[in-house]
Nanobody
Framework: VQFVESGGGLVQPGGSLRLSCAAS????????MRWYRQAPGKEREQVAT????????NYADSVKGRFTISRDNAKNTVYLQMTSLKPEDTAVYYC?????????WGQGTQVTVSS
C-alpha cells in the first residue's frame, strides 16, 4: 500500500485548499479512506471518512460544514476540499486506510493557515 499526498501549503485565514492522495498497491475501490491531521504537540485526529463507494461520509465536528471528502475510484485518489480555513487547521494532514487489519498512512502534507 502506498500513498502520494499533495496540495498542502500556506494559506491565509478564510482561504481554501484541496488535498489529494493517490493510492496504489491495493484495490482502492474496496476500502474506506480517511484523512487525519496532527498539529504540533497534539495527538493525531481523524478529520473525515468516506466509504468505499463514496456513498457515505463523516466529519469531525471541528471541520463539519467546511471540509468535504470525496474520491475518484477510477483514479485511485481521495480528496479533501478545505474551505474557510482557520489557524487552528494548521497541521500535517495524512491519508489513511486499513487493509487486512493493517493501517497504512501517507507521508503527510503540511497545511499552514496564517496571515
Amino acid at each position: 500500500v502506498q500513498f502520494v499526498e499533495s496540495g498542502g501549503g500556506l494559506v491565509q485565514p478564510g482561504g481554501s485548499l484541496r488535498l489529494s492522495c493517490a493510492a496504489s498497491g491495493f484495490t482502492f475501490s474496496s476500502y474506506a479512506m480517511r484523512w487525519y491531521r496532527q498539529a504540533p504537540g497534539k495527538e493525531r485526529e481523524q478529520v473525515a471518512t468516506i466509504t468505499f463507494a463514496g456513498g457515505s461520509t463523516n466529519y469531525a465536528d471541528s471541520v463539519k460544514g467546511r471540509f468535504t471528502i470525496s474520491r475518484d475510484n477510477a483514479k485511485n485518489t481521495v480528496y479533501l476540499q478545505m474551505t474557510s480555513l482557520k489557524p487552528e487547521d494548521t497541521a500535517v494532514y495524512y491519508c489513511h486506510t486499513r487493509v487486512n487489519f493493517f493501517d497504512s498512512w501517507g507521508q503527510g502534507t503540511q497545511v499552514t493557515v496564517s496571515s
